[in-house]
């Protein structure tokens, strides 16, 4: 297990004291105690959002073109696309 105080000295440093930050990744979601356990005095709230955003959000990385979209070509590692062209429909 790691040491709690590392991922709490780097947080303290980057925020400052009493300083607000948040973390919107939804994979904590399913693993609270990792974030408690490193930051024991944290507040954690959860943020319910528009189903319809949450689709929408969920399959942009699987549209051709978006800024997401895992490129694979033949004989190459997967890397990431950074273009510019965002769709602007909602699912």
């Avoid at 954690?44 to 051709?64: G, Q």
Wanted: aromatic share 4%; hydrophobic share 35%.
């Amino acid at each position: 297990m790691a040491d709690p105080a590392g991922p709490q000295a780097v947080m303290s440093e980057i925020a400052g004291p009493c300083a607000i930050w948040g973390e919107k990744n939804p994979r904590y979601a399913m693993k609270l105690d990792i974030p408690r356990r490193c930051l024991p005095d944290a507040i954690v709230a959860f943020v319910l959002r528009d189903p319809r955003e949450v689709v929408n959000s969920c399959t942009m990385r699987l549209r051709p073109g978006t800024a997401s979209t895992p490129t694979i070509q033949p004989g190459r590692r997967s890397t990431s696309s950074h273009s510019a062209s965002v769709p602007t429909e909602r699912v």
